[in-house]
């Protein structure tokens, strides 16, 4: 690397981040210096943490540094951050040294066509419309998203906007701060004393009645769907904790327009039915993506599991344990050949010690200076150290020195395990499922004799792919599967 502060300037993760690169046998220089870092003894260590304080220090003010000429441009007017829907970014340019026109500053300025975009939000917020329902409605009109070539406008999207003071004419800045946490940066909001408030009411879009009327519908809507507080509880529900999902398929499948396959649910007479659905069709609407095919979770994901274990059988087992085998085999034999190598390797170096050793000795005999005998000396004992702590490594005992047999039974014992587990036991099944796929499953909306369904492929780690359909049907009761396997090991 050019110099030490670019492994880091954080001086503990940084000091033994280099320890471990060492320890494993990797030297370390910095060529704009030309040296190397060593750690062998207590002079090398204190000037480690001597350089590593001081780069630590240097970020610290080039901190302090941003965040003065930040502050100062904001109170000023000026851009601090990036773009944001309503307005265009405008550089402001003054004559440079040389005469040319170089940028000063950026300011914000109304964008006419999207400032009508979002007092149409909040329009539509204050007549009692949800985020979605915005969202669909904005889809269908063609409107084109905040973000451009993206995937029409998003509930969420929707919300953050309506939750943005800069449309009323009131920008806020220093509501977060870089933070470093294991060597790297984090972000994390400020207390709300540390904020800084500016009134900008040439940025106002929004009036105050329309802001005031949209916020009512807010905070209605909050109240009436809040959480009920558990029982004995005065200050509301107690915070929830994060849970393993209880759908199969959660964060695992996605639509073939990319979108997340989400579970869902509605009523069907007294009882609730469960579905799985594209989210960006539920949540924005035909226009971004025209499939709104719900199939029941019990049938999906029936057929993602049997599709799943099929490839677990004993025949796949059997073979996907030789091939694994003679893996082994094979890196066992390279290894034995490494060793050999390096036994030569090393008693060659050690011949060459011998001779240097004798030069030495000989004093002023030799027609070479002792100082490059001595160098030469060192260069070839380090070499023959490194080769020595190979030859340690690879001379090590295989991994894997059981009865072949033996090993054979009990994988195929495995994955019998795994394909009772994936077939009767939901919540283990999904977490076998997380370990084998590669990348989430892709599901693809199909009809077949007046009857629709889906078909999804995906890749799992054991290098096969998987193929499956499931659709509703009258075989086996309301809810039969019927499934289509087409796998490939490798």
Not at 12 to 32: C, H, M, P
Request: some cysteine.
């Amino acid at each position: 690397m050019s110099e030490e502060s670019r492994l880091g300037r954080e001086a503990i993760e940084t000091s033994y981040a280099l320890k471990q690169i060492l320890d494993a046998g990797v030297r370390v220089f910095f060529y704009l210096e030309d040296r190397e870092r060593t750690l062998d003894s207590a002079t090398d260590k204190v000037l480690l943490a001597v350089t590593s304080f001081a780069s630590e220090l240097e970020r610290e003010r080039a901190q302090q540094r941003t965040y003065d000429a930040m502050l100062r441009k904001f109170h000023a007017g000026h851009v601090t951050g990036g773009r944001c829907y309503g307005y265009d970014n405008v550089e402001v340019t003054a004559p440079g040294p040389d005469g040319r026109p170089k940028r000063h500053h950026v300011r914000r300025q109304i964008n006419a066509a999207q400032a009508a975009v979002v007092r149409r939000l909040f329009e539509l917020c204050a007549a009692g419309w949800g985020f979605t329902r915005i969202a669909k409605q904005l889809n269908a009109d063609h409107v084109p998203p905040p973000r451009p070539g993206g995937k029409g406008w998003a509930p969420t999207a929707i919300r953050e906007m309506l939750l943005r003071d800069d449309y009323r004419g009131l920008v806020r800045w220093n509501r977060t701060q870089k933070v470093h946490r294991g060597g790297t940066g984090a972000q994390r909001r400020r207390p709300p004393e540390d904020v800084v408030t500016r009134e900008a009411p040439e940025l106002r879009i929004v009036s105050d009645e329309l802001w005031e009327a949209a916020h009512r519908q807010l905070a209605q809507r909050q109240q009436a769907f809040a959480p009920r507080s558990a029982p004995g509880t005065a200050n509301g529900p107690a915070p929830r904790l994060d849970q393993h999902s209880r759908y199969l398929l959660s964060g695992l499948g996605r639509c073939v327009c990319h979108g997340a396959l989400i579970a869902m649910s509605r009523h069907h007479g007294r009882r609730r039915g469960f579905f799985y659905g594209c989210s960006y069709n539920w949540k924005r609407g035909a226009e971004v993506c025209r499939n709104n095919l719900h199939l029941p979770q019990a049938v999906l994901d029936a057929a993602v599991l049997e599709a799943v274990a099929a490839p677990l059988d004993a025949r796949v087992v059997a073979a996907a344990v030789h091939a694994a085998l003679e893996r082994l085999r094979e890196r066992e034999r390279q290894r034995g050949e490494r060793r050999q190598n390096l036994d030569r390797e090393i008693q060659v170096i050690r011949g060459r010690e011998q001779r240097l050793a004798e030069a030495i000795a000989r004093g002023s005999g030799s027609d070479t200076p002792p100082e490059a005998l001595l160098q030469a000396l060192a260069a070839e004992q380090a070499r023959r150290i490194a080769l020595e702590r190979e030859r340690v490594v690879v001379s090590q005992p295989a991994a894997l020195a059981v009865d072949h047999a033996r090993l054979e039974q009990l994988l195929r014992q495995r994955a019998a395990d795994a394909r009772a587990v994936l077939l009767r036991h939901l919540p283990q099944g999904r977490d076998v499922l997380r370990a084998l796929l590669v990348d989430r499953l892709t599901f693809r909306p199909f009809v077949a004799g007046g009857t629709r369904g889906y078909r999804f492929v995906g890749h799992a780690s054991y290098g096969g792919l998987l193929a499956g359909t499931a659709w509703p049907t009258t075989d086996g009761g309301p809810n039969g599967i019927r499934t289509r396997l087409r796998s490939a090991t490798r």
